[in-house]
């Protein structure tokens, strides 16, 4: 029987294709990849625990997704922002991998998005010896559903401009961003994700030069009829997710 660290590292490999600094693609590379020389200070036994900690990484749980769907595994983002080491560590991950690329802007969508947009240019910031801005599209009506103000645009005029986010679901949000940006006008440099769990491609992003995603995951998902852990009577999880509403429909 392996040990408990060893059991967890197997059961999120099971569910998660993650990236490598290289850009190779690696099985269980999330903790593989954040645990490389650019961070000798967090192992990845270290890096696993704390994220489990943190209910970052939620796994052998019976969860209800948004989508209706069940499943055992919860990527809670939410969880990560308070913990600004962690959220730092993240980001410098990111900021890496454009460092290169003469970014003048990070720009994030409101919320989650802009904690993201102030690390990352601050770590692009101090790699690279320029200052690098951090800003925010905030949402609006239609047609364009996001602005730029608040003298974020004039930042981004004609300038190099990373557009960053946290989840990438459905592409919907960071798709409108990057097209509200590109009529400021500005040069999109690419889009980094903490995690794209939805197979999405730079194409589906307004064909953007490069999509980087910190970690790629697919949860597998059942149908409520077809779901091993209500057939096993596992209890739901009604801390995330939609497993409070499910259980309050069913009384
Ligand atoms: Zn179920």
């Known amino acids: 029987m392996p040990d408990k660290t060893c059991f967890a590292v197997y059961i999120y490999a099971t569910i998660a294709w993650l990236q490598s600094p290289s850009g190779a693609w690696v099985t269980g590379g999330f903790v593989q990849c954040l645990n490389s020389e650019q961070y000798p200070n967090m192992s990845t036994n270290q890096l696993l625990d704390t994220l489990k900690n943190i209910n970052a990484i939620i796994i052998d749980s019976h969860i209800v997704y948004t989508s209706g769907k069940h499943g055992s595994a919860y990527i809670n983002k939410d969880a990560i922002y308070p913990h600004t080491e962690i ?8 900021a890496q991998q454009f460092a290169n690329s003469n970014v003048d802007v990070v720009l994030a969508p409101a919320i989650g998005g802009v904690i993201l947009s102030q690390w990352i240019a601050h770590h692009l ?49 960071v798709k409108k961003v990057v097209a509200v940006a590109r009529k400021i006008p500005c040069d999109i440099v690419g889009v980094a994700a903490l995690c794209n769990r939805g197979g999405i491609t730079a194409h589906d992003l307004g064909d953007v030069p490069t999509l980087y995603s910190l970690a790629n995951i697919k949860l597998e998902a059942w149908d409520e009829q077809d779901c091993p852990l209500c057939k096993a009577n596992k209890p739901i999880n009604t801390d995330v997710g939609k497993g409070r509403e499910w259980l309050k429909a069913r009384v």
């Open 87 to 94: 959220t730092s560590q993240l980001c410098q991950h990111i």
């Open 125 to 173: 910031t101090k790699l690279t010896g320029r200052t690098v801005y951090g800003v925010y599209a905030e949402k609006c009506e239609a047609p364009d559903y996001f602005v730029i103000k608040r003298g974020y645009d004039k930042l981004c005029q004609n300038k190099r401009v990373l557009v960053v986010e946290d989840m990438l679901t459905t592409g919907g949000t």
